[in-house]
């Protein structure tokens, strides 16, 4: 089992930057693919980002198009935390984010299928 705790959201305006924070407890955090999924009201759950570990400190990383360029996702297996920085928000960035562990790699970590373990989520939600 992996517990997971998200923190860090709130309300922001347009243009603005937040960071999301999710702590991992449990089992071994360096081993999971760890990534960030949103889910705005009246729709389906969606991939943000993911960080999917490949050995040291190292880990390749991916990204839904819509946030390219604006959110970074990273993490720290030493601390068992992952973050997700978001700068240049927009109001349709506007949804509850969620954490999520599971093993993976390459596209298919976009999937919500392939993660076992999730937060109960943290509202982001960005005026215009």
């Known amino acids: 089992q992996v517990q997971l705790v998200e923190s860090g959201g709130g309300l922001v305006q347009a243009g603005g930057s937040l960071r999301l924070s999710c702590a991992a407890s449990?089992?071994?955090?360096?081993?999971?693919?760890m990534g960030w999924f949103r889910q705005a009201p009246g729709k389906e759950r969606e991939f943000v980002a993911a960080?999917?570990?490949?050995?040291?400190?190292?880990?390749?990383?991916y990204y839904a198009d819509s946030v390219k360029g604006r959110f970074t996702i990273s993490r720290d297996n030493a601390k068992n935390m992952l973050y997700l920085q978001m700068n240049s928000l927009k109001p349709e960035d506007t949804a509850v984010f969620y954490c999520?562990?599971?093993?993976?790699?390459?596209?298919?970590?976009?999937?919500?299928?392939?993660?076992?373990?999730w937060g109960q989520g943290t509202q982001v939600t960005v005026s215009s």
């Open positions: 999520a562990a599971g093993y993976c790699s390459g596209s298919v970590c976009s999937h919500t299928g392939r993660y076992d373990f």
């Open positions: 449990g089992r071994t955090f360096s081993g999971y693919t």
């Open positions: 960080a999917a570990w490949i050995g040291a400190r190292a880990y390749n990383t």
